[in-house]
């Protein structure tokens, strides 16, 4: 038996060596003497978050009473990871092209960069994964019970709960969240990260083989014991009324979060290098998670069949080495699930803090004028983010330690992310998916999360009437919260599910069809699409335009926006950089163009600190063009419209790939086929008038031809007159001189 003292004394010095491990990756990083930072084995094994303290202790607990559908929260995950190379491949391009700092930024950046969009899905986190941070703080401080024998309500007991609280925000502020761009990459804290999934996999393991191979003779005894003491239900596929529904549920469910879980999302997609670093994740991550839970069905039958109350079985774990006296197997198993928990502890804290201090915080600030000063301080907003979700979840922890609501909270979470699912795929799949769409299905969808399973849970807590559950509001038997629509004979998480989604993608699929996007979020959709599917991005700058635009004030100006959110060095910095990559640090005028190009760079830089909803906003506010600047942007359009075009052609020519229409925007293509329209009858009208022109013409040649002609004839009549009149007047005169005549 452990001393609570000594416990916490091997719990700091573990802290102390993921300390060490993070500063020494990230003074190596530094000293750019770091062969890690593109390491895949890294990233995949990184990826192992997805396994918490529910796993650690949870798996065996739900083996002892549902048997073989424990695995039911991996196959789905096993399915998702399959499909990596069509999913998270894209996901990670897009990220790379728009600077995604989460699942809500990357989501709201798909639907137009919707603030309210954002705002709902941190919301939605907020609420189904804060109490689920609390599980894993009750998870620590019970396990420290058990190796400890110490009384729950003891000093050391909230002790040991606040002590690893405080190292897990000191931990999460100092690597996770000690600098405002949460898209450069934590190698320390991932480093460390690393560190605890192999630890709690090497603990797991080491208690599986000692159960398997010390306390039995190996996995043929434990079989046949199981069955002489009538336990098969350990190793049934189906075992209890709604054992198919709720595979079915438990696959969509694991399929779901290992794409939407915000700490999922974040090393995933965040914290990749490379899109090459997935195939190896495809492996090697399936087989951690197969390890990992190799030995569930044995510690859960040894632990039965050693006479152990089945209520204890999520902590077989822990009690078997404990009770057989291996007091270093014992605090192996202990730090394994202490890693569990912290681990998932630390990337959620710091995805949180994010998703909140963007989506929520900042657009606060923003709308409320004399909070403004605030946004130069949104990293330490930042942090104090970090440490209210961190001692609310311990207060949420120690408030409602033995209440059904920490217990059924692990599932609660999974359905109350599954919302962000229809949103994410269809938003990478279907082009005509759109903001309202993607905004009704969450509302929809988080409303009855709320309604079927989160209201039920504050009834068995005893905060509601039961007879809510019983007869329904209003006593409407049909709107019950675990029978709703007369649904019933279903497990309450099987129902959430199952009405959840309909809600969810019927409200999606509905929106998206009545709602007309405006030509920005069309663009936005294009390009989106776009990034997920380029092989390679294309920087390629247009060049020829006069350089007339002094850069000096837009220098300012730009440095101006950033010092609103960022330090001023480190703006003055960032705008230093921006003006040498685009190689006019040494100019005095640049190009409409460079222009252009140097505020899509701010943007991108604040992105990467504020979200990609909130920079948008900000540039859009802030940055203003002159007459003469905006003409050549207008007058720039149509020769964007040809470079598109011409892309789309080659594109189409070259290779019939899934993406090739994607180069094409689509509201500019019509407005060019409705100009050659135009042309065409402008040309048809010229053809027409020429010939009416050439024709009068002809007239007017023939009418000069034969004004000509009389004009002649006039000539030659008045001159034959002429000589007639002289010829009479001299025989008139020789008349009068000689009359005899």
Known sequence: MFTPLSVILYVTVYMALLFAIAQFVEK????????????????????????????????????????????????????????????????????????????????????????????????????????????????????????????????????????????MIGFTIIFGVRKLDPTERHQ?????????????????????????????????????????????????????????????????????????????????????????????AMWL??????????????????????????????????????????????????????????????????????????????PTIERIGFLKPLRSYLLQLRWMMVTLILLGSLWFANEFATSYILAAIGLLSFVAVLQFAPALFGGMFW??????????????????????????????????????????????????????????????????????????????????????PNKSERNLTTEFLTAMHSTQSRRARP???????????????????????????????????????????EKSKITIIELVEFHRMVEHVLAGSIGAASAHKAIESTIRYNSREESDLKALYSHIVTELQTTEKESSQSSQTEHSGYALIEDLQNQIDELEDRLGEQTKLINTMEVKLDARYEEIFKYRLEAQKYKRDNVQLRKELKQVLISQNEDDIAAEIDPDE
């Open 28 to 167: 190596r990083i530094q000293n750019k003497n770091d062969s890690s930072a593109g390491n895949p084995w890294i990233y995949a094994l990184s990826l192992a978050v997805y396994h918490t303290s529910w796993t650690f202790y949870g798996s065996v607990g739900f083996a002892t009473t549902s048997g073989l559908l424990y695995f039911g929260i991996y196959a789905g995950a096993l399915i998702g990871i399959a499909l990596w190379w069509f999913t998270l491949r894209r996901m990670v391009q897009a990220k790379e092209t728009f600077r995604i700092t989460s699942i809500a930024d990357f989501i709201s950046t798909r639907y137009n960069r919707s603030q309210k969009i954002a705002a709902m899905i941190t919301l939605i986190a907020l609420v189904g994964i804060v109490p689920y941070i609390s599980l894993q703080l009750k998870a620590v401080t019970s396990s420290f019970e058990l190796i400890t024998n110490s009384p729950q309500s003891g000093q050391e007991h909230e002790l040991a709960g606040l002590i690893v609280t405080i190292f």
């Open 188 to 280: 320390g804290m991932i480093a460390a990260l690393v560190a605890e999934c192999l630890v709690k996999i090497v603990a797991f393991m080491a208690v599986g083989f000692f159960v398997t191979y010390t306390l039995f003779d190996g996995f043929g005894d434990i079989l046949q014991r199981i069955e002489t003491a009538g336990l098969d239900h350990l190793v049934s596929l189906n075992h209890g009324d709604n054992s198919t529904s709720m595979w079915i549920t438990l696959i969509i469910l694991s399929f779901a979060a290992i794409h939407t879980l915000p700490r999922q999302f974040h090393v995933s997609v965040v914290e990749n290098s490379n899109t090459k670093h997935i195939k190896t």
């Open 285 to 362: 991550f399936p087989a951690y998670m197969l390890l990992i839970n190799l030995f569930v069905v044995p510690i859960a039958a040894a632990g039965l069949l050693m006479g152990m109350p089945s209520e204890n079985a999520d902590f077989f774990v822990l009690m078997l080495p404990q009770i057989s006296g291996s007091q270093s197997l014992t605090l192996l198993a202990f730090i394994g699930g202490f890693s569990a928990a912290t681990g998932m502890i630390i990337i959620t804290t710091m995805t949180l803090s994010t998703m909140a201090s963007n989506h929520l915080i900042l």
């Open 431 to 516: 082009r005509k998916g759109n903001s309202l769409g993607a905004f009704l299905g969450l509302v929809s969808g988080f409303t009855i999360w709320v309604y079927t399973l989160l209201i039920p849970t504050f009834i068995k807590h005893g905060w509601l009437s039961e007879s809510l559950l019983t007869e329904g509001p209003w006593q409407l038997v049909m709107l019950r919260p675990e029978a709703l629509f007369g649904l019933e004979g279903f497990h309450p998480v099987t129902h959430a599910v199952f009405w959840s989604l309909i809600f969810n993608i019927g409200s999606y699929i509905i929106g998206s069809l009545i709602f007309s």
């Open 543 to 585: 060049t020829g335009l006069d350089s007339y635009i002094l850069i000096a004030p837009k220098l300012e100006e730009a440095k101006s926006l950033l010092s609103d959110y960022l330090h001023e060095d480190k703006a003055d910095k960032e705008i230093k950089t921006i003006a040498e990559d685009l190689q006019v640090h």
